[in-house]
């Protein structure tokens, strides 16, 4: 399974993007996905994560309201639309997967099998 992640760029604060992250493989379906975020010095955290189905989400506190994770499985695609970007949320973004047919969804990170590459998001103030 590969996973390559894009969408970020440079973006004034209140702005918006939208992360996309394709998975190579015939079952996406399967996999339950997430997106966290690692910014300089600091801890990689969980931003969202979705279950197979999309049908159940996850968001942390510091983005709800304003990340919504979405997923397309006949695109393998799962999405991060960001709005009101604030400067905080500067950080190298990552989708991650892991293989869980039925199943709910994974907050952990180190539950996580399969890594994409990254994707730098900067909000300028």
């Known amino acids: 399974v590969q996973l390559q992640a894009s969408g970020g760029g440079l973006v004034q604060a209140g702005g918006s993007l939208r992360l996309s992250c394709a998975v190579s493989?015939?079952?996406?379906?399967?996999?339950?996905m997430g997106w966290f975020r690692q910014a300089p010095g600091k801890e990689r955290e969980s931003v969202a994560a979705i279950n197979w189905n999309g049908v159940t989400t996850y968001h942390v506190d510091s983005v709800k309201g304003r990340f919504t994770i979405s997923r397309d499985n006949a695109k393998n695609t799962v999405y991060l639309q960001m709005n009101r970007l604030k400067p905080e949320d500067s950080a190298v973004y990552y989708c991650?997967?892991?293989?869980?047919?039925?199943?709910?969804?994974?907050?952990?990170?180190?539950?996580?099998?399969?890594w994409g590459q990254g994707t730098l998001v900067t909000v300028s103030s």
């Open positions: 991650a997967a892991v293989l869980k047919p039925l199943g709910g969804i994974v907050f952990e990170g180190t539950a996580y099998r399969y």
């Open positions: 493989g015939r079952t996406f379906s399967s996999y339950a």
